[in-house]
């Protein structure tokens, strides 16, 4: 097997976060060498963390200028540390700032890459990718003979890979950064109690349009339906997707709910998280909208109308149920 760069920044505390240990669990299971490839500020921290792992070398750019996400600073760190472990193959999570330097690094390099790669493995003795087309109907595996090859892997594929720390020893790679143009000026977040999108979580809650719709008495429930799903999501610390007709009202100004972005999206136009189990509410569970499902194993709805699409073989379980009622009464199960 060919010689592999792990490449991996450090996170604010100088630590590897969870993304990057996937990712080195996937570079060992691929086999070969290993060199590991460390950009931070401080990379002595992250080097001790995974000192057992069993690289053959840590190489290192570090220094205040590499503690920030900036494209001319992370591809002239990953372009040294790739020259300097002259590896055939680099692994990289999907992280932001690997997303968008490291194309322009196997650029450089002459090299070629490939995103959002769900797996690597060993096919007729050469290294292979998973990868998903046409919005996660089509999987295919990939092999190249290119190399330099870049191999950006999604997260929450693999498990991190966990091991004893220890005290490693670091070869330092020289990179000049003055010149920087580009100053970082901090993160806009929102804020901690807004966070509706936890790709940890074990359950996705997926709110559809039905919340704001006329219910029975004539009348819409917004003010419920925020309520309600709110509790919901603190009490099972769920992560919250939505139908593309409830997140585009919210882009149309109507009074829907509040914390429903497009970033909750699921489905064809929306995202494909990673969830052991899901519950759809008030959502039809049209195709469009289930091609979002496809890393969900476990799928639950609600929907008051016993023909929606997710009495099709879509859901495991269908509650033809009025989501008002039935999420009311899991709130008070769950105390939220
Ligand atoms: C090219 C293309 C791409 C698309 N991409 C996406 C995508 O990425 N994501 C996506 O979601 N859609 C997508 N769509 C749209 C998709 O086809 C559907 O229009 C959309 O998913 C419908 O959203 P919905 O089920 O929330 O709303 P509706 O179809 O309006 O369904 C609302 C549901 O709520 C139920 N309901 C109402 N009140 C209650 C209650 N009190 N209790 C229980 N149930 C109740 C109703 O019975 C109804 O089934 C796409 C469409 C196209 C053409």
Redo the contacts with the bound molecule.
Sequence with gaps: METILLLAHTETDGTLAKPALEALTAAKELGGELIIGLVGAAVEAAANQIAGCGASRILAVSGEAFSQPRYSTDAAAAEALCRAAGAAITLATSTSRWARALPGVAYRLEGRIDTHATAVSVLNGAPAVNRWFYRQRIEATLTRSQRPWFILLDAGCYPAWSGAPGAASVETVAVNADGTRTTFSGIRAPKADEQTIRPDAKLLFV?????S?K??DGATHTADAERLILGFLRGAQASLG??????DQSGEGEAVLKFMTHLN??????STPRHQKGLS?????????V??WRFVNERRA????AN??WARGKADVLYV??????VEKLNQLLGA
């Design positions: 709110a559809g349009a039905g919340w719709k219910q029975a939505g139908s593309k007709s409830l997140v999206q699921i489905g064809q136009t929306g509410t008030c959502c039809h569970g049209e195709e469009p909208h091609v979002g609600i929907n008051l109308d929606c699409g149920a009025d989501a008002f009622e039935v």
